[in-house]
C-alpha cells in the first residue's frame, strides 16, 4: 500500500509506540487518525505532529467500547475518509500471578477486574477497531491494511495470564482475518515487540533494567522507532499477510 495520503488510525496513538508509528507513517505523507482516551496527550501528539508538517487528527476513543469504537470511525471518516491502515496498538497492563501462596495458603489470585479489564483493550478493542477498519474499507473500495500489535509474551510470561493470552489470541486474529479478507484486497499483518525502551522502562531500577536486558542477544531495549519500522514494511509490503514480525533483539532465538 501506498502510504501518501493514506487515511491510517492508529489506536494508543498519543505516546509510545504509537506517537512512533504516526512520526513514520506520516513522514512517508499519510494522513493520520490518532485514537486514544487522554485528551491531553493526544492534543500534546497532534501539535507535534503538525510542527513536523504532518496531517493528523485527534480522537477520544476507547476502544473496549463498542458505541465509542463506531463513532470515532464514523468521525473519521467523515473529517478525513475512510481508513486504507489501521494499526491495533492500543493496550494496558495489569499484571499478577494466577495464584500467589506461602506454606500452602493461598494469599491472593488474580482478580476477575485484572483478568476483565486487559482482555476488553487488549483482545475485544483489537476485534472491535479491526471490524470497523474492514467494514470502511470494503464498503469505501479500498484495499487496505490492518495491524495488529502482538507480543513475544505471547508465548507465556510469568504474572501475565491475562496480557499473554491476549496477546496470543491476537495473533489467531491476524490469521484469521488474513484469510477471511484477502479476497477484499485487505492484508493482514502483526507485529510482536521485545522489550522497547518506554515510559515503563525509563521508571526502572538500573539493576533491573541491566537484569531485563542481559538476556536479550543484542544487550540492549529495542526503541519505539524499530517497532514503526515494522509497521511501516507490513503496511507498504504487498505479499505480506497472515504472518508475524518479532520484533526483539533475538530474545526467541
Known amino acids: 500500500m501506498k502510504l501518501e495520503n493514506a487515511v491510517i488510525a492508529i489506536t494508543g496513538g498519543a505516546r509510545g509506540l ?47 467500547d463498542e458505541a465509542s469504537v463506531k463513532q470515532a470511525f464514523g468521525d473519521i471518516a467523515a473529517s478525513l475518509g ?36 486487559v482482555i476488553d483493550v487488549n483482545l475485544t478493542g483489537v476485534f472491535l477497531c479491526g471490524r470497523e477498519a474492514a467494514s470502511q474499507m470494503i464498503e469505501a473500495g ?24 491476549a496477546k496470543a489470541a491476537v495473533v489467531a486474529l491476524t490469521t484469521t482475518w488474513a484469510k477471511e479478507l484477502a479476497r477484499y484486497g485487505i492484508r493482514v499483518g502483526a507485529v510482536a515487540p521485545g522489550f522497547i525502551e518506554t515510559d515503563m522502562t525509563a521508571s526502572m531500577r538500573q539493576d533491573m533494567l541491566d537484569k531485563l536486558t542481559s538476556g536479550v542477544p543484542l544487550r540492549r531495549l529495542g526503541q519505539p522507532e524499530d517497532i514503526a519500522q515494522s509497521v511501516a514494511f507490513i503496511m507498504q509490503n504487498a505479499y505480506f499477510t497472515g504472518r508475524v514480525i518479532e520484533c526483539d533483539g533475538g530474545l526467541r532465538l
Open 82 to 117: 475512510p481508513v486504507s491502515g489501521l494499526v491495533n496498538n492500543a493496550g494496558i497492563l495489569r499484571d499478577a500471578l494466577l495464584v500467589k501462596a506461602k506454606e500452602g495458603r493461598v494469599e491472593k489470585t488474580m482478580s476477575l477486574a485484572q483478568w476483565q479489564a
Open 18 to 64: 504509537g506517537l512512533a508509528m504516526a512520526q513514520l507513517l506520516g513522514s512517508h505523507g499519510a494522513r493520520l487518525a490518532l485514537l486514544d482516551t487522554d485528551a491531553a496527550a493526544l492534543d500534546q501528539a497532534v501539535s507535534a505532529l503538525h510542527e513536523a508538517g504532518i496531517e493528523s487528527r485527534a480522537f477520544i476513543t476507547n476502544v473496549a
Open 142 to 165: 479500498n484495499e487496505g491494511v490492518i495491524v495488529n500489535i502482538s507480543s513475544i509474551s505471547r508465548a507465556g510470561n510469568m504474572g501475565q495470564s491475562n496480557y499473554a493470552a
